[in-house]
């Protein structure tokens, strides 16, 4: 029998038991939760906390007038809002987006006044508004400007430039971004799109035509330049956007069109770079501005094709643009006026209007040099434009100023404040004829300029006849005009036409009284042409005029001296590089300028700083010919101080190559210093010191850092540490040089006649100058040189001096790193020469009369009993030794014996007493 199973139920009642928890419901709702305050002080504040205008109005009751339909009411809450913003600046930063939202539409109100007050509200807050602030609202500002731009009333469209003026002034990376907006709304205000039925079937691009307004309240050509001026400004920001820098336009570099290369180098300084102080980056293209921007990029950015960023809407953009620029170039031209005026002759506004077509096109030109198919795109652009360029460009080249009488002044002042800034500017006739020269030079390279003869060389009659004509340029015409020839030299092979250029430049170069940015320009076009590391221009390597202005160099750097530092800094590199390329020219006029450069007290070289005076030293290896006149100055200015340590030891490394000790092969050049020269250069260094200056010293009565012996003829003067450690330094230079001399013992006979000649009899010595001559005989001295006396007894003077300055000075910390110095020295020639020792020990003949110096001495004899390497010398002259404390202890006036004698006799019975029999 099955048993059956129990069904379970869909709905089972549960059954509650007292005393038990009930269980939890499926659709219990949880009703435990936290909460925390969110404070907002600002949004908490009261209006009546709000700082206020003169009128008692917050910014939130004056934004509040900007939407009333009274034109009165939003003008005066504009000037409220300017008022409040004056007096409190916080008031922008806080309440930025609702200031530009609700002062923004105000751009196209047709009330004037309203528009006039937004555009001052405009112009004072954003100095103080950056670009970062502004840039989360700028997309709402610019489309406020270009719904003005294209606004049907013709005072909207003119306040709408305004607009543009002050954006582009603050931010122009901005208003850059919606290029191709704005683009379009600059050919609007001056044209219009001309669709006909053939067009809109069968043309390739719409056609564009210059409009005209007869409601307008200026006429349509001043109207045209109005709007160019701001065109040509957008374009300038466009163009300093897509490169680094803002280009120079005295920046002379050559380029691919050209056929020429200029490399620029990196400096390094490799004791920075071994210090870690100095990092060196390498780049593809590197330089002394490596250049890093890559041609790829990881994300294509959102809008990096569109506007002038892609190449074929920057050639569409041409296309419509230049066609519109020509017939505004022909509606300025003469041709259209009344009366017989030349073709040549312009009136002022009609001048402005074609200098502003030209500025436009060069401004397009640099955008597509940018670009990566460059000379596709200039080849593209000459064989459609040349042409026209040639037929209405240089048809009646060059253009002047035509005079107008005036009229009457309500009329002209009328005008005045219609016109452009520009406009008052007199005379833009060379402003003009640069611009028509400059693009047409651009569009010729060296392959095609056999075929642009004809109007090449009315260009480069007009640039010459500007440069020949004695009058002095305004830098920024120079400046075009150098542009001017840089290209044309560059591309022609003409060397008579190069030289021709040239002159005329070198002729404005040779003007007296040129301000400084024009004698910088004109040297960084000289230096450009010379420095270039690649050409393949003959005419420029072998010109004439080059060399003259070479060869002026050092006269000019002599004569500029140390007035301007940079400019001398610029002329000594391009000295050196004509040095370096042995230029005869260059090399003749600088060693007759030798002595105004290297004078130890006003010369070049001591009055320019630190930094330039490197290179102006490297230009010694170069010269010709080194005099000994020439010599002595150079030891002065080493010795002098006038140069850093560093430089004044590079200066005598170079001399010592250009003597013949320097390592030169079998063939020795006949330029090398003499021997004679060269020895007598290096003693000078050691001596540190001039004749004069030592003569000085001799007359020199009552000098408290004068110390003396009397156990020594020979006084010491006390020089600062800063001088002694600078001579001694040299020192150590001057014997590795004089170390290299084959022939030591010949050396040490030098050094000896030179001692003897200029050193003995002087009773006055520097302190340096005595340890220096000490230190090199004792490192130079052969062991079969036998010394003379005079000799012998100058070294004892001087070594007996030093010791003694070296136990009586004050324990400074300056003297100590002085005492080491000298304590070498004198141990050094004791130990290296032996007489030199004994000499000593017969010298010191105590007497009654030397009671104050006894401890010297005693001082003395201990320390030279300590030396290890003076141990050998000291038992050979143990007799001595012992004669002289002997003496000391007799002569010692004092009934208890001092420690200094119980120290003194302490060690000479450990050191001596095992060689000869003490007796007291």
Same mark, same amino acid.
């Given at each position: 029998?099955?048993?059956?199973?129990?069904?379970?139920?869909?709905?089972?009642?549960?059954?509650?038991?007292?005393?038990?928890?009930?269980?939890?419901?499926?659709?219990?709702?949880?009703?435990?939760?936290?909460?925390?305050?969110?404070?907002?002080?600002?949004?908490?504040?009261?209006?009546?906390?709000?700082?206020?205008?003169?009128?008692?109005?917050?910014?939130?009751?004056?934004?509040?007038?900007?939407?009333?339909?009274?034109?009165?009411?939003?003008?005066?809450?504009?000037?409220?809002?300017?008022?409040?913003?004056?007096? /409190?600046?916080?008031?922008?930063?806080?309440?930025?987006?609702?200031?530009?939202?609700?002062?923004?539409?105000?751009?196209?109100?047709?009330?004037?006044?309203?528009?006039?007050?937004?555009?001052?509200?405009?112009?004072?807050?954003?100095?103080?508004?950056?670009?970062?602030?502004?840039?989360?609202?700028?997309?709402?500002?610019?489309?406020?400007?270009?719904?003005?731009?294209?606004?049907?009333?013709?005072?909207?469209?003119?306040?709408?430039?305004?607009?543009?003026?002050?954006?582009?002034?603050?931010?122009?990376?901005?208003?850059?971004?919606?290029?191709?907006?704005? &683009?379009?709304?600059?050919?609007?205000?001056?044209?219009?799109?001309?669709?006909?039925?053939?067009?809109?079937?069968?043309?390739?691009?719409?056609?564009?035509?210059?409009?005209?307004? &007869?409601?307008?309240?200026?006429?349509?050509?001043?109207?045209?330049?109005?709007?160019?001026?701001?065109?040509?400004?957008?374009?300038?920001?466009?163009?300093?956007?897509?490169?680094?820098?803002?280009?120079?336009?005295?920046?002379?570099?050559?380029?691919?069109?050209?056929?020429?290369?200029?490399?620029?180098?990196?400096?390094?300084?490799?004791?920075?770079?071994?210090?870690?102080?100095?990092?060196?980056?390498?780049?593809?293209?590197?330089?002394?501005?490596?250049?890093?921007?890559?041609?790829?990029?990881?994300?294509? *950015?959102?809008?990096?094709?569109?506007?002038?960023?892609?190449?074929?809407?920057?050639?569409?953009?041409?296309?419509?643009?230049?066609?519109?620029?020509?017939?505004?170039?022909?509606?300025?031209?003469?041709?259209?006026?009344?009366?017989?005026?030349?073709?040549?002759?312009?009136?002022?506004?009609?001048?402005?209007?074609?200098?502003?077509?030209?500025?436009?096109?060069?401004?397009?030109?640099?955008?597509?040099?940018?670009?990566?198919?460059?000379?596709?795109?200039?080849?593209?652009?000459?064989? /459609?434009?040349?042409?026209?360029?040639?037929?209405?460009?240089?048809?009646?080249?060059?253009?002047?100023?035509?005079?107008?009488?005036? /009229?009457?002044?309500?009329?002209?002042?009328?005008?005045?404040?219609?016109?452009?800034?520009?406009?008052?500017?007199?005379?833009?006739?060379?402003? &003009?004829?640069?611009?028509?020269?400059?693009?047409?030079?651009?569009?010729?390279? *060296?392959?095609?300029?056999?075929?642009?003869?004809?109007?090449?060389?009315?260009?480069?009659?007009?640039?010459?006849?500007?440069?020949?004509?004695?009058?002095?340029?305004?830098?920024?015409?120079? *400046?075009?005009?150098?542009?001017?020839?840089?290209?044309?030299?560059?591309?022609?092979?003409?060397?008579?036409?190069?030289?021709?250029?040239?002159?005329?430049?070198?002729?404005?170069?040779?003007?007296?009284?040129?301000?400084?940015?024009?004698?910088?320009?004109?040297?960084?076009?000289?230096?450009?042409?010379?420095?270039?590391?690649?050409?393949?221009?003959?005419?420029?390597?072998?010109?004439?005029?080059?060399?003259?202005?070479?060869?002026?160099?050092?006269?000019?750097?002599?004569?500029?001296?140390?007035?301007?530092?940079?400019?001398?800094?610029?002329?000594?590199?391009?000295?050196?590089?004509?040095?370096?390329?042995?230029?005869?020219?260059?090399?003749?006029?600088?060693?007759?300028?030798?002595?105004?450069?290297?004078?130890?007290?006003?010369?070049?070289?001591?009055?320019?700083?630190?930094?330039?005076?490197?290179?102006?030293?490297?230009?010694?290896?170069?010269?010709?010919?080194?005099?000994?006149?020439?010599?002595?100055?150079?030891?002065?200015?080493?010795?002098?101080?006038?140069?850093?340590?560093?430089?004044?030891?590079?200066?005598?490394?170079?001399?010592?190559?250009?003597?013949?000790?320097?390592?030169?092969?079998?063939?020795?050049?006949?330029?090398?210093?003499?021997?004679?020269?060269?020895?007598?250069?290096?003693?000078?260094?050691?001596?540190?010191?001039?004749?004069?200056?030592?003569?000085?010293?001799?007359?020199?009565?009552?000098?408290?850092?004068?110390?003396?012996?009397?156990?020594?003829?020979?006084?010491?003067?006390?020089?600062?540490?800063?001088?002694?450690?600078?001579?001694?330094?040299?020192?150590?230079?001057?014997?590795?040089?004089?170390?290299?001399?084959?022939?030591?013992?010949?050396?040490?006979?030098?050094?000896?006649?030179?001692?003897?000649?200029?050193?003995?009899?002087?009773?006055?010595?520097?302190?340096?100058?005595?340890?220096?001559?000490?230190?090199?005989?004792?490192?130079?001295?052969?062991?079969?040189?036998?010394?003379?006396?005079?000799?012998?007894?100058?070294?004892?003077?001087?070594?007996?001096?030093?010791?003694?300055?070296?136990?009586?000075?004050?324990?400074?910390?300056?003297?100590?790193?002085?005492?080491?110095?000298?304590?070498?020295?004198?141990?050094?020639?004791?130990?290296?020469?032996?007489?030199?020792?004994?000499?000593?020990?017969?010298?010191?003949?105590?007497?009654?009369?030397?009671?104050?110096?006894?401890?010297?001495?005693?001082?003395?004899?201990?320390?030279?009993?300590?030396?290890?390497?003076?141990?050998?010398?000291?038992?050979?002259?143990?007799?001595?030794?012992?004669?002289?404390?002997?003496?000391?202890?007799?002569?010692?006036?004092?009934?208890?014996?001092?420690?200094?004698?119980?120290?003194?006799?302490?060690?000479?019975?450990?050191?001596?007493?095992?060689?000869?029999?003490?007796?007291?």
């Amino acid at each position: 029998m099955t048993k059956k199973r129990k069904r379970q139920d869909d709905f089972q009642k549960i059954k509650l038991k007292v005393g038990k928890i009930k269980p939890r419901a499926d659709n219990a709702t949880n009703t435990s939760f936290k909460t925390r305050a969110i404070h907002v002080p600002e949004q908490l504040k009261s209006d009546a906390l709000l700082p206020t205008n003169y009128r008692k109005l917050n910014v939130k009751d004056l934004l509040t007038q900007l939407h009333h339909y009274s034109s009165g009411i939003k003008q005066g809450a504009l000037n409220g809002l300017k008022d409040l913003v004056s007096q /409190h600046p916080s008031v922008i930063a806080s309440h930025l987006s609702n200031i530009l939202s609700d002062s923004a539409p105000m751009f196209t109100d047709k009330d004037p006044m309203v528009r006039s007050a937004a555009i001052q509200l405009l112009q004072f807050i954003t100095p103080k508004i950056s670009s970062d602030q502004m840039a989360p609202f700028f997309p709402l500002v610019s489309a406020h400007l270009s719904s003005a731009m294209t606004h049907i009333l013709e005072g909207i469209q003119e306040d709408a430039l305004k607009i543009l003026d002050i954006l582009l002034e603050h931010y122009p990376e901005l208003l850059t971004d919606c290029c191709n907006i704005l &683009l379009k709304n600059f050919l609007e205000l001056i044209s219009h799109q001309r669709l006909s039925k053939g067009l809109k079937t069968g043309g390739k691009v719409p056609s564009w035509m210059l409009s005209v307004n &007869l409601n307008r309240r200026v006429t349509s050509q001043l109207w045209r330049l109005n709007v160019l001026s701001r065109l040509r400004k957008f374009l300038r920001a466009v163009v300093e956007g897509s490169t680094q820098s803002v280009e120079n336009e005295a920046t002379f570099e050559s380029d691919a069109r050209t056929g020429s290369e200029r490399v620029t180098t990196l400096q390094v300084k490799w004791d920075n770079y071994v210090t870690g102080q100095q990092h060196i980056q390498l780049y593809e293209h590197s330089g002394s501005q490596p250049m890093t921007v890559i041609p790829f990029r990881l994300r294509p *950015s959102l809008g990096a094709e569109e506007g002038l960023a892609s190449v074929e809407n920057l050639k569409g953009f041409i296309q419509i643009l230049i066609p519109l620029l020509l017939e505004c170039w022909v509606e300025a031209s003469p041709g259209q006026l009344t009366g017989p005026t030349p073709s040549s002759l312009l009136e002022p506004e009609a001048m402005q209007l074609k200098l502003q077509v030209l500025n436009i096109i060069q401004l397009l030109w640099k955008l597509m040099q940018h670009r990566d198919e460059t000379e596709k795109l200039e080849f593209w652009l000459r064989n /459609h434009y040349l042409g026209d360029f040639k037929d209405n460009f240089m048809k009646h080249f060059p253009y002047s100023m035509l005079e107008t009488l005036r /009229h009457r002044k309500k009329d002209w002042d009328k005008k005045d404040k219609q016109a452009p800034p520009f406009m008052n500017i007199p005379d833009h006739s060379l402003a &003009l004829n640069l611009a028509v020269c400059q693009v047409m030079v651009s569009l010729t390279n *060296s392959v095609t300029v056999h075929q642009d003869s004809d109007w090449l060389d009315q260009i480069r009659k007009f640039v010459t006849e500007n440069l020949s004509d004695g009058r002095k340029l305004a830098c920024q015409q120079l *400046s075009g005009i150098l542009v001017l020839v840089w290209r044309l030299v560059l591309i022609q092979h003409n060397r008579g036409a190069t030289e021709e250029l040239l002159r005329a430049v070198y002729t404005q170069y040779q003007q007296q009284g040129l301000s400084l940015s024009i004698r910088t320009m004109l040297l960084n076009f000289f230096s450009g042409l010379y420095l270039r590391e690649k050409t393949s221009n003959l005419q420029i390597a072998r010109s004439k005029v080059l060399s003259r202005w070479l060869a002026g160099l050092p006269l000019q750097l002599a004569q500029l001296g140390s007035k301007n530092p940079l400019l001398s800094a610029q002329l000594i590199d391009v000295i050196h590089v004509a040095a370096a390329h042995s230029n005869k020219e260059l090399l003749q006029s600088l060693q007759s300028n030798v002595y105004r450069l290297y004078d130890p007290q006003d010369g070049t070289l001591v009055l320019l700083p630190s930094e330039t005076q490197h290179s102006l030293v490297q230009l010694v290896y170069f010269l010709p010919r080194i005099s000994s006149e020439l010599l002595s100055c150079l030891s002065r200015c080493c010795t002098m101080g006038r140069l850093s340590t560093k430089l004044a030891i590079n200066l005598i490394r170079i001399l010592h190559t250009r003597s013949y000790f320097g390592g030169w092969g079998p063939s020795l050049p006949n330029s090398l210093v003499t021997d004679v020269d060269y020895f007598s250069f290096l003693f000078s260094t050691l001596t540190g010191f001039s004749g004069e200056e030592l003569t000085w010293l001799q007359n020199s009565s009552s000098n408290p850092h004068i110390s003396q012996s009397q156990f020594s003829s020979i006084h010491l003067y006390a020089t600062d540490l800063d001088q002694f450690v600078h001579h001694w330094e040299i020192t150590e230079v001057a014997c590795q040089c004089l170390s290299s001399v084959p022939s030591r013992i010949q050396c040490c006979d030098i050094l000896q006649s030179a001692i003897c000649k200029h050193l003995v009899g002087v009773n006055l010595l520097p302190d340096s100058t005595a340890g220096s001559i000490l230190k090199t005989v004792g490192q130079l001295i052969d062991p079969a040189f036998i010394p003379n006396d005079c000799l012998l007894n100058f070294l004892v003077g001087s070594c007996y001096s030093l010791l003694y300055f070296i136990l009586t000075s004050e324990k400074n910390r300056g003297n100590v790193q002085k005492r080491e110095f000298l304590w070498g020295a004198c141990l050094t020639a004791l130990a290296r020469i032996p007489r030199l020792l004994r000499l000593m020990l017969q010298n010191l003949r105590v007497t009654g009369a030397c009671q104050g110096e006894l401890p010297v001495i005693a001082q003395i004899l201990r320390l030279l009993l300590q030396q290890t390497q003076l141990r050998q010398h000291m038992v050979a002259n143990a007799a001595m030794v012992q004669q002289v404390i002997q003496d000391i202890t007799n002569f010692k006036t004092d009934d208890f014996q001092e420690q200094w004698l119980t120290d003194l006799h302490y060690y000479f019975r450990i050191y001596l007493a095992a060689s000869i029999p003490v007796t007291y």
